[in-house]
């Protein structure tokens, strides 16, 4: 039975205000699709970039959102291995979680192990198997490194810093205020920097007596690219992962011949593109959420409805750790 749903919808490029709560057609799931019901849904930064058309968005009108957990209601013909009921969670392509109800190729759909709630589930996806990738993938920290996490009290970064601290690595945090910093020591930060009082190069440098950081996480871009470069070890890793301030700058070469360093600039969906890559980092986030090792900090909670509200918040750098948007009527 084709179902009508609710959902976000922009039909313009802009700020928060062009999010409109309307009604939408959902259809039926075709062969090797799904249906799902939300039940809670991750805001990511990138939901930001689409909406003001920072990353190419899609036709209009869209609904934003990559990130969703929700039950099965209905199954394409033909699917085997998935039935109705099946609590299910997906992160990245396809676009549109921002709805109530919402078709998935069932490729993407990962089972959310009954341990870990839907929030939590809704906010480790996107954030934890970004965090997996970055310090298992891209580069493999290991005990006795020091890492550099940028947005230390943020979505990504809490993770990432909760993580690293577990692996064995010296972290160190930047953040923009005292609030933010005591949640990012408490997430593992061994020091943690308020950029807003003090130079991050230097502190970097006094805290590694002046031998810089194996490697950068930058979600921030624009405005901390040339520092996160300055605050590197000889063959440091400068990891650019965000542009949360707006694209950085080109970096030159010589910058990197410097020091001999080296330069990358991973997407998720590069790194969980096949089923088995996808498992992989879904299974080590949820079994280090089951572990204890992530504490998931569900921070903020908004009605689906006002996800303008999240969006404005999250630009405005008032909020901390995951936000997830709940469907309401
Ligand atoms: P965050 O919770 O980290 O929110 C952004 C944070 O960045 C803010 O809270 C703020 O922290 C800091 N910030 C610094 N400058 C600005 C600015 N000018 N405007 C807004 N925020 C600023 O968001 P997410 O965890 O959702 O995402 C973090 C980053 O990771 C994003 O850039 C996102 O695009 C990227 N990302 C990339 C992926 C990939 O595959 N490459 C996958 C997932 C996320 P403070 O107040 O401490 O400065």
């Keep these: 039975m084709a179902a009508k749903a609710k959902a976000?919808?922009?039909?313009?490029?802009?700020?928060?205000?062009?999010?409109?709560?309307?009604?939408?057609?959902?259809?039926?799931?075709?062969?090797?699709?799904?249906?799902?019901?939300?039940?809670?849904?991750?805001?990511?930064?990138?939901?930001?970039?689409f909406r003001k058309g920072v990353y190419a968005a899609p036709a209009m009108p869209f609904t934003p959102g990559m990130e969703a957990v929700g039950v099965v209601t209905a199954v394409g013909p033909g699917l085997t291995g998935r039935k109705v009921g099946d609590v299910v969670a997906y992160a990245g392509n396809p676009m549109g979680s921002y709805a109530q109800e919402q078709i998935l190729p069932a490729s993407v759909a990962v089972p959310v192990p009954p341990s870990v709630d839907h929030k939590q589930a809704a906010s480790v996806m996107l954030k934890g198997m970004t965090a997996h990738v970055l310090l298992r993938r891209?580069?493999?920290?290991?005990?006795?490194?020091?890492?550099?996490?940028?947005?230390?009290?943020?979505?990504?970064?809490?993770?990432?810093?909760?993580?690293?601290?577990?692996?064995?690595?010296?972290?160190?945090?930047?953040v923009s205020n005292e609030e933010k910093a005591a949640q990012a020591t408490q997430d593992g930060c061994h020091h943690v920097i308020?950029?807003?009082?003090?130079?991050?190069?230097?502190?970097?440098?006094?805290?590694?007596?002046?031998?810089?950081?194996?490697?950068?996480?930058?979600?921030?871009?624009?405005?901390?690219?040339?520092?996160?470069?300055?605050?590197?070890?000889?063959?440091?890793?400068?990891?650019?992962?965000?542009?949360?301030?707006?694209?950085p700058d080109p970096i030159p070469m010589s910058d990197l011949a410097s020091k001999s360093l080296f330069l990358t600039?991973?997407?998720?969906?590069?790194?969980?593109?096949?089923?088995?890559?996808?498992?992989?980092?879904?299974?080590?986030?949820?079994?280090?959420?089951?572990?204890?090792?992530?504490?998931?900090?569900?921070?903020?909670t908004y009605p689906l409805s006002e996800a303008a509200r999240a969006h404005a918040d999250l630009e405005a750098r008032k909020t901390s750790g995951s936000i997830v948007l709940i469907p309401d009527s």
Aim: hydrophobic share 40%; proline share 2%; with cysteine.
């Design 8 to 49: 976000i919808r922009v039909h313009e490029l802009g700020g928060p205000e062009v999010m409109r709560w309307e009604e939408v057609e959902v259809g039926d799931p075709k062969e090797g699709e799904i249906r799902i019901r939300t039940t809670a849904i991750g805001v990511n930064f990138i939901d930001v970039y």
């Design 138 to 174: 891209v580069f493999k920290v290991q005990s006795g490194h020091t890492v550099l996490v940028h947005a230390a009290a943020g979505g990504v970064g809490s993770l990432l810093c909760q993580w690293a601290n577990a692996l064995g690595a010296t972290v160190i945090g930047t």
């Design 194 to 247: 308020i950029y807003t009082n003090e130079d991050v190069t230097t502190r970097v440098k006094e805290i590694t007596s002046g031998k810089g950081v194996n490697v950068v996480y930058d979600s921030v871009g624009k405005d901390t690219y040339k520092a996160s470069v300055e605050c590197l070890a000889s063959r440091g890793f400068m990891v650019s992962f965000g542009q949360s301030s707006g694209k």
């Design 265 to 300: 600039r991973p997407s998720l969906m590069h790194y969980t593109a096949t089923r088995d890559e996808l498992l992989e980092s879904a299974g080590e986030v949820f079994a280090n959420v089951a572990n204890g090792v992530l504490r998931v900090r569900v921070n903020h």
